[in-house]
């Protein structure tokens, strides 16, 4: 018997996507039938985050032609945007961060849809808002939880060595969240079980297998 | 018997796995070669599902490593895999609360509706059995009569085909009925999903231990989902039976594999095994699988006497 709310879920792929291909496009549909098959998520919005110029990845082509593409290729899809954020930044930006800024973007567009109420309305909310002043949980309850969608290769590069900030990684699984997907069967599940972060947050990463890959 | 009558089953074990043995494959192994060769039954699926740390059973290692030590015995199975979700969970889980949530999660990801065994369903859907009269449709002497009910059946059975992702086969055939109209009808292959609980007669047995399972638990267990029973060493699986009024009410969903006592497999134990390894038994080899061994080792696991 379910009588646990339904968290609605923004999934962001970060990623050279060099180019966008349908594998990348079909990773959002397979998470979020994932998630949605749970009975515990629903999944509202899916973000597509290239990297930007400054990445300097041999073959990178420029950001400005791998949004583009990217473009084309979601501009039939209702539910998942590309996001020019992080290709405009000058440097290099880590994941983390680019969660980060996505997560304030979320939270501000919540705060932001309250001001949209007519004037008849706009008073009582006021007054709802400084009786909930003192805790963000209400705002925190309302705005989407944001996970990370990426392969179990990003999974794994958890483990290397000097690769990512411990913080960092304790951030996105704990905080915000991790959807892998995975072809390799319960790899990913190897590698949670034996790294004690991982381990910690192993409910907070979905394992989705890809079958039957085209 | 075509495909379209078997009812297509999935294997859920539940237990410690403590450490996972051969002897749990060969019972996987053993029990859908068994429903095969009834004809009634397509295995399409096992799962292993280990049991929650807080069991609390003496010896019981961290459900990290049985989980692990699952996933390495199964790495070259192409059906039977491990789920992790009871021991995700915040608490132990009852066996009967595993079996719902593979259920409704089954539901969710096929759209199909899951068969109970003995409830049958008023309204035409995919997965339940039709054990009355054939569907009018079925026989082409009979659609002469009642063109109307053909083509509402044919426009159900194509909406219910379109959410579920279980493919059914499809057969058109036209018609033609009093009024000298054309029509198209269609049969849908009907697919029976069902989640079966495979064990040992271990579990069997402790159903007739007062006390232990709840009744209403073992009701659903026995009841609406069935259970698998591969004995081991010269249990009477009959005489277990008759010693709970549950079992013996719902005979008919316990299927008790034949032919799996006097294998040698039969003797293997979890308990056995990590006895073997304390004591530095060479045994162990015909118990465990290498690469479950090696990790034993390399995670140093149980070495002290317990459980």
């Given at each position: ?74 501009e ?25 800024h996505?997560?304030?973007?979320l ?9 949209v ?24 309850r ?50 949670i ?19 039957g890959?085209? | 018997m ?137 026989s ?58 495979l ?50 009410k ?58």
């Amino acid at each position: 018997m379910e009588t646990h709310s339904i968290t609605t879920v923004v999934l962001l792929a970060c990623g050279s996507f060099n180019p966008i291909t349908n594998m990348h496009l079909r990773m959002f549909e397979l998470a979020r039938d994932h998630l949605e098959d749970t009975g515990q998520y629903r999944v509202v919005k899916g973000i597509i985050s290239p990297v930007g110029d400054g990445y300097k990845k041999k073959g990178l082509i420029e950001a400005c032609h791998r949004l583009e593409m990217a473009k084309l290729a979601t501009e039939n899809s209702g539910w998942i945007t590309v996001d020019y954020w992080e290709s405009l930044q000058p440097e290099w930006v880590e994941t983390a961060k680019v969660i980060r800024h996505h997560h304030e973007k979320l939270l501000t567009a919540e705060q932001n849809n309250d001001e949209v109420d007519t004037v008849k309305y706009t008073k009582k909310r006021r007054i709802e808002e400084n009786y909930f002043e003192g805790s963000s949980h209400q705002k925190r309850r309302d705005s989407p939880q944001l996970m990370l969608l990426c392969g179990a290769d990003v999974l794994e590069s958890f483990g290397i060595p000097n690769m990512w900030k411990q913080e960092d990684i304790a951030e996105i699984v704990g905080r915000f969240g991790l959807v892998c997907i995975t072809r390799s069967g319960n790899d990913p599940y190897k590698f949670i079980h034996q790294s004690d972060m991982l381990w910690t947050y192993r409910k907070n990463i979905h394992v989705v297998h890809r079958v039957g890959d085209q | 018997m075509t495909e379209t009558t078997k009812t297509h089953v999935i294997l859920l074990s539940c237990g410690s796995f403590n450490p996972i043995t051969k002897g749990h494959i060969h019972m996987f192994e053993k029990a859908r070669e068994y429903l095969h060769k009834t004809g009634r039954f397509i295995v399409i699926g096992g799962i292993i599902s280990p049991v929650h740390d807080s069991y609390g059973k003496p010896g019981l290692v961290s459900s990290r490593h049985r989980l692990t030590m699952c996933q390495l015995a199964v790495q070259s199975s192409d059906w039977i895999r491990v789920d992790p979700w009871e021991c995700y969970q915040d608490t132990w889980q009852t066996t009967c609360s595993v079996l719902e949530h593979h259920r409704d999660l089954m539901k969710r990801v096929t759209g199909c509706i899951l068969s109970n065994v003995n409830t049958p369903s008023t309204t035409p859907v995919i997965g339940q059995p039709q054990n009355q009269t054939p569907p009018i449709y079925q026989s082409h002497n009979n659609m002469n009569h009642k063109p109307t009910a053909i083509k509402l059946w044919g426009k159900i059975s194509e909406s219910l085909g379109k959410i579920c992702c279980v493919r059914p086969h499809v057969d058109r055939f036209t018609f033609v009925d009093e009024n000298a109209n054309l029509g198209t009808a269609m049969r849908y292959e009907e697919i029976e999903l069902r989640i079966l609980l495979l064990c040992g007669s271990d579990l069997l047995e402790s159903f007739c231990i007062p006390g232990l399972w709840k009744d209403s638990d073992m009701e659903v267990i026995v009841g609406d989902f069935g259970i698998v029973v591969v004995p081991r060493d010269g249990a009477d699986t009959e005489r277990i039976m008759n010693h709970s009024s549950i079992l013996r009410k719902y005979k008919d969903n316990i299927i008790v594999v034949k032919d799996a006592t006097n294998h040698p497999m039969a003797i293997v134990s979890s308990t056995k095994s990590r006895l073997a390894l304390q004591h530095g038994d060479g045994h162990v080899v015909d118990y465990l699988s290498q690469p479950v061994i090696d990790y034993i080792l390399q995670s140093q696991l149980y070495i002290n006497a317990s459980g």
